[in-house]
């Protein structure tokens, strides 16, 4: 019902920048939130950052607060990650995630993308 595809990750070393696209397609009009997860070897999938799509209400994860942006363009549809002051802690696989009304839950994944930083 909704795919998401991300791109833009990648190898940068500490300090540096990137940024992450995740574009949806299909039935993106049920679209209510969409969100930023990210996984580490060995460890839980953790919350990074959301936002709302209409309202454009932002929330992010204490351990990116200040570092990390979420944008979102309504006619394209696609959401992004602006990731500056990268530290090695940030290493892992970035997903994009979608929350339909109604639902209460991120109900659609991306396929992720890796990000990767040296030290």
């Known amino acids: 019902q909704v795919q998401l595809v991300e791109s833009g990750g990648g190898l940068v070393q500490a300090g540096g920048s990137l940024r992450l696209s995740c574009a949806a397609s299909?039935?993106?009009?049920?679209?209510?939130?969409m969100g930023w997860f990210r996984q580490a070897p060995g460890k839980e999938r953790e919350f990074v950052a959301r936002?709302?799509?209409?309202?454009?209400?932002?929330l992010y994860a204490d351990s990116v607060k200040g570092r990390f942006t979420i944008s979102r363009d309504n006619a394209e549809m696609t959401v992004s990650l602006q990731m500056n002051s990268l530290e090695s802690e940030d290493t892992a696989v970035y997903y994009c995630?979608?929350?339909?009304?109604?639902?209460?839950?991120?109900?659609?994944w991306g396929q992720g993308t890796q990000v990767t930083v040296s030290s």
């Open positions: 936002i709302g799509w209409n309202s454009g209400s932002t």
């Open positions: 299909g039935r993106t009009q049920t679209i209510y939130i």
């Open positions: 995630a979608a929350q339909q009304v109604f639902t209460g839950k991120y109900g659609y």
